[in-house]
């Protein structure tokens, strides 16, 4: 079983960037799927991006303004968020699974077995 742990969320203004960050532990998972989802009030958990097999996916509202990357040596996974926006807020969650997935299936939040427990990302205006 792996655990999740998220980090470096908190509270910026419209334009400013954050970066968080996914630990895991239990398990080392340097290899397989990980994902960042995110859930804003009153709304459905929804694909942010995700690394699998080295390629790179991300959804439309952040492409070009988020990055997700993993450290080689500790398996860190981060998410560099810049040019943030209002609508950019909500919980962010990092998810794991042990295989791999494409651009398409990478954002079914069903292949994920492994989630953390998600820190708050709130942007002003």
């Known amino acids: 079983q792996v655990q999740l742990s998220e980090s470096g969320g908190g509270s910026v203004q419209a334009g400013d960037s954050l970066r968080l960050s996914c630990e895991a532990s239990g398990r080392a998972f340097s290899r397989g799927t990980v994902g960042w989802f995110r859930q804003a009030p009153g709304k459905d958990r929804v694909f942010v991006a995700a690394?699998?097999?080295?390629?790179?996916h991300y959804a439309d509202a952040v492409k070009g303004r988020f990055t997700i990357a993993r450290e080689t040596d500790t398996g860190t996974i981060h998410l560099q968020m810049s040019i943030l926006k209002p609508e950019d807020t909500a919980v962010y969650y990092c998810?794991?699974?042990?295989?791999?997935?494409?651009?398409?299936?990478?954002?079914?939040?069903?292949?994920?077995?492994?989630w953390g427990q998600g820190t708050q990302v709130t942007v002003s205006s």
């Open positions: 690394t699998t097999r080295g390629y790179r």
């Open positions: 998810a794991a699974f042990d295989g791999f997935c494409t651009a398409t299936s990478c954002r079914d939040r069903r292949l994920y077995n492994n």
